[in-house]
């Protein structure tokens, strides 16, 4: 057994977010594919624009978020809800703009042998993105 819960929180770096966000490992991949990070983001914070090659699952557990997708809809998440980022689906997500926010992120890695990039990150998702049309 390998206690994984002893791993620092990681301030989110500048090239992937806006604004403070920090994210605690809770698995890591290191046994299997399959990844989880506790990631906590301060009202307006937010991720780029990424995709994920196998998709990625978003599940809140605390505060209020948003969502959106390259077509401009932009979602309000809560606590409970999950939210599933297809396979090469850009998208973004983050804090309300008054609100805090937490969501575990659940994605899988390569396969091994498997080539191409885990995630890619694209730009900063500008302030008239994250305002974009909610529901």
Excluded at 46 to 52: D, F, K, M
Aim: proline share 7%; hydrophobic share 35%; net charge negative.
């Amino acid at each position: 057994m390998e206690m994984l819960s002893t791993l620092p929180s990681v301030r989110g770096p500048a090239e992937w977010f806006t604004g403070v966000v920090h994210f605690d490992v809770i698995a890591p991949g290191t046994h299997a594919r399959g990844k989880v990070n506790a990631v906590h983001f301060a009202p307006g914070a937010r991720t780029a624009w990424h995709r994920h090659a196998h998709g990625q699952t978003l599940h809140v557990t605390e505060g209020v978020g948003l969502t959106g997708t390259r077509d401009g809809r932009v979602v309000t998440i809560r606590p409970g809800d999950t939210v599933w980022c297809p396979p090469g689906e850009e998208h973004w997500h983050g804090a309300a703009p008054d609100r805090f926010m937490t969501h575990l992120a659940i994605w899988d890695g390569l396969a091994e042998g498997e080539d191409g990039p885990e995630t890619e990150w694209g730009e900063h998702v500008t302030d008239a993105e994250y305002g974009g049309t909610t529901s």
